[in-house]
Nanobody, 116 residues
Framework: QVRLVESGGGLVQAGGSLRLSCSAS????????MGWYRQAPGKERELVAT??????NYADSVKGRFFVSRDSNKNMVFLQMNSLKPEDTAVYFC???????????WGQGTQVTVSS
């Protein structure tokens, strides 16, 4: 069974940076798509950034500030967040999609709080 575990969230001042990490464990599965979503209080979960072997995709609100990367050999995905804004405050969820099964997996979430 696949388990995604995030780390790296926390409290940061506006303009600061954080790096999120996510590790997939418990399976030898490989993943076609990995990335990050977020959910702010009272709002729906939204895409932040995803990455396949060849492509990256970003929400317009984070383009140029956030950068997603992955280590496919280790089944890990990362999110470098720069120039953070208070509106980036949310719970950030790691996401992975099985390469051959298309099954979607989610982490438990990590809180990111940006103070003004």
């Amino acid at each position: 069974q696949v388990r995604l575990v995030e780390s790296g969230g926390g409290l940061v001042q506006a303009g600061g940076s954080l790096r999120l990490s996510c590790s997939a464990s418990g399976s030898r599965s490989s993943f076609s798509n990995m990335g990050w979503y977020r959910q702010a209080p009272g709002k729906e979960r939204e895409l932040v950034a995803t990455i396949t072997r060849d492509f990256t995709n970003y929400a317009d609100s984070v383009k140029g500030r956030f950068f997603v990367s992955r280590d496919s050999n280790k089944n890990m995905v990362f999110l470098q967040m720069n120039s953070l804004k208070p509106e980036d405050t949310a719970v950030y969820f790691c996401y992975a999609q099985g390469r051959f099964t298309n099954v979607e997996y989610w982490g438990q979430g990590t809180q990111v709080t940006v103070s003004s």
